[in-house]
Every structure is written in structure tokens, then in C-alpha cells.
């Protein structure tokens, strides 16, 4: 599904974001990639949805080197991933149901099929009695819903997580965290880079630590020697 075979950036002649990082996520798996700042992290998800191409080394994802694809194929590319960020990247002028059908209209997907298809995913996050609203009306934990919504509707095979919970109380967390749990048991493979110690280890998934763009850790939970390196940041 995603294969990361000894893959370099370089920013300048003597500085690396990652380095000869190798790396495999197969289809289905639920993965946690942490690191404190400056770690990594943000490099490989750039890397995953396109943003970066590596200096050197090859990245697969989908059987495809995805470093060769050409910039017009790109958009068809990144419609096999759903992507979520830290602070929601809502369209402040268009309501929950809007948002939402956006993802559906851009890939022109036909009125009718958009209302069925919209009304059913917010009913899966919870969200059917809040079509109407605006962004400023919500919660962060309800924003995050909409964003999730928005980035599972056209059935994504990977889900792309970026500090989905950064922002969020414990409460909302809890429930962001159970939607991406469900929508990995349906199917979906989903990373999640995060700070949150307690998120990851409130789930036995995998976790890969990441330090000065290498991979020092790559097991399921968490040992104290991560809980303390995590939480010192």
C-alpha cells in the first residue's frame, strides 16, 4: 500500500528533513507516526499526499512510484486519500452539508447522488442535525467531524491524519479517535502523525517514532521510553 524505500530530502547541501528512511504500511493498518518538531513528521505526510518530491530513494503508494507523477495527474492521485489537519480547513462560507457535498462536486459527481451520500456520512459522524449550520456555530470537536466527513466521502483507500486532535478537549478527542477507529475496521488505511501521547497510548496500533527524519521505533503501543520522549517536548 505505502512503501518508502531509502528515501532522502535534502533542504540544503548539508541539512536532511528525512534520510535513508525505509518504510512499509501495508493495506488496512492503522499507524501512528510520532516525533517532536522537527522530527520528520510533516515531511513524510508532504510526501505522501505530493507536496514534496524526495531528493532521492522512491515512494510507493498504490503500486506507483508517485515521486514520476506528472503535476496534471496529481489531483486524480491524491482522491485515493482522505486528509485531515489540525485546524479543519473548513470553507468559512458554506454550511455543514456544504463542506461536506464540496469534496463530491469537484470530482463532478451528479446533485442527486451528492444529497444521499452527504446525509449518510453525516449520519455516521454524528452530524445529520447540523447540515445547516455554519463553521462558527460549531464546536472544534464538531468541525473536526465535518472535516472528517468531508475526507472519507469519496471512500478514500488512505486516510491521512495530521494532528486531528491537536486542538480538541478530551471528550471531542475521544470521539475523533473512535471515528478514525471505526473508519480503519471498515477498511480504510489510516495514519495519524501526532504529539499526543495519551492518544497513542490509549490504542495498541503500531507506532513509528521518527527523530531527525529516521525511523528509531517501530512496534505496537508504547513503551515508557517513548511516553517519557514524547512528553518532554
Given at each position: 500500500m505505502i512503501k518508502f524505500n531509502k528515501v532522502s530530502l535534502k533542504y540544503d547541501k548539508d541539512s536532511y528533513a528525512i534520510r535513508d528512511l525505509t518504510l512499509?504500511?501495508?493495506?488496512?493498518?492503522?499507524?501512528?507516526?510520532?516525533?517532536?518538531?522537527?522530527?520528520?513528521k510533516s515531511t513524510l505526510f508532504k510526501l505522501l499526499t505530493r507536496e514534496l518530491v524526495p531528493t532521492s530513494g522512491s515512494i510507493k503508494v498504490f503500486k506507483d512510484n508517485i515521486e514520476y507523477i506528472s503535476d496534471r495527474l496529481i489531483p486524480y492521485y491524491r482522491r485515493n486519500l482522505g486528509v485531515i489537519f489540525q485546524d479543519f480547513k473548513l470553507l468559512e462560507d458554506r454550511n455543514v452539508?456544504?463542506?461536506?457535498?464540496?469534496?463530491?462536486e469537484v470530482i463532478g459527481v451528479n446533485s442527486f447522488k451528492i444529497r444521499k451520500r452527504v446525509i449518510k456520512i453525516l449520519n455516521m459522524v454524528g452530524l445529520?442535525?447540523?447540515?445547516?449550520?455554519?463553521?462558527?456555530?460549531?464546536?472544534?470537536?464538531?468541525k473536526q467531524k465535518v472535516a472528517i466527513a468531508r475526507a472519507i466521502i469519496n471512500k478514500p483507500r488512505i486516510l491521512l491524519a495530521d494532528e486531528p486532535t491537536g486542538n480538541l478537549d478530551e471528550i471531542s478527542t475521544n470521539e475523533i479517535i473512535g471515528l478514525l477507529d471505526s473508519i480503519n475496521q471498515n477498511g480504510t488505511t489510516v495514519v495519524v502523525i501526532t504529539h499526543d501521547v495519551h492518544l497513542v497510548g490509549r490504542m495498541n496500533k503500531r507506532v513509528i517514532r521518527l527523530d531527525e527524519g529516521n525511523i528509531i521505533y517501530d512496534d505496537f503501543g508504547l513503551d515508557e521510553q517513548i511516553k517519557k520522549y514524547m512528553m518532554s517536548e
Amino acid at each position: 500500500m505505502i512503501k518508502f524505500n531509502k528515501v532522502s530530502l535534502k533542504y540544503d547541501k548539508d541539512s536532511y528533513a528525512i534520510r535513508d528512511l525505509t518504510l512499509k504500511i501495508d493495506e488496512g493498518e492503522f499507524v501512528f507516526i510520532v516525533g517532536k518538531t522537527g522530527a520528520g513528521k510533516s515531511t513524510l505526510f508532504k510526501l505522501l499526499t505530493r507536496e514534496l518530491v524526495p531528493t532521492s530513494g522512491s515512494i510507493k503508494v498504490f503500486k506507483d512510484n508517485i515521486e514520476y507523477i506528472s503535476d496534471r495527474l496529481i489531483p486524480y492521485y491524491r482522491r485515493n486519500l482522505g486528509v485531515i489537519f489540525q485546524d479543519f480547513k473548513l470553507l468559512e462560507d458554506r454550511n455543514v452539508f456544504e463542506n461536506v457535498a464540496f469534496a463530491q462536486e469537484v470530482i463532478g459527481v451528479n446533485s442527486f447522488k451528492i444529497r444521499k451520500r452527504v446525509i449518510k456520512i453525516l449520519n455516521m459522524v454524528g452530524l445529520r442535525n447540523k447540515a445547516s449550520k455554519m463553521p462558527y456555530e460549531l464546536s472544534g470537536g464538531e468541525k473536526q467531524k465535518v472535516a472528517i466527513a468531508r475526507a472519507i466521502i469519496n471512500k478514500p483507500r488512505i486516510l491521512l491524519a495530521d494532528e486531528p486532535t491537536g486542538n480538541l478537549d478530551e471528550i471531542s478527542t475521544n470521539e475523533i479517535i473512535g471515528l478514525l477507529d471505526s473508519i480503519n475496521q471498515n477498511g480504510t488505511t489510516v495514519v495519524v502523525i501526532t504529539h499526543d501521547v495519551h492518544l497513542v497510548g490509549r490504542m495498541n496500533k503500531r507506532v513509528i517514532r521518527l527523530d531527525e527524519g529516521n525511523i528509531i521505533y517501530d512496534d505496537f503501543g508504547l513503551d515508557e521510553q517513548i511516553k517519557k520522549y514524547m512528553m518532554s517536548e
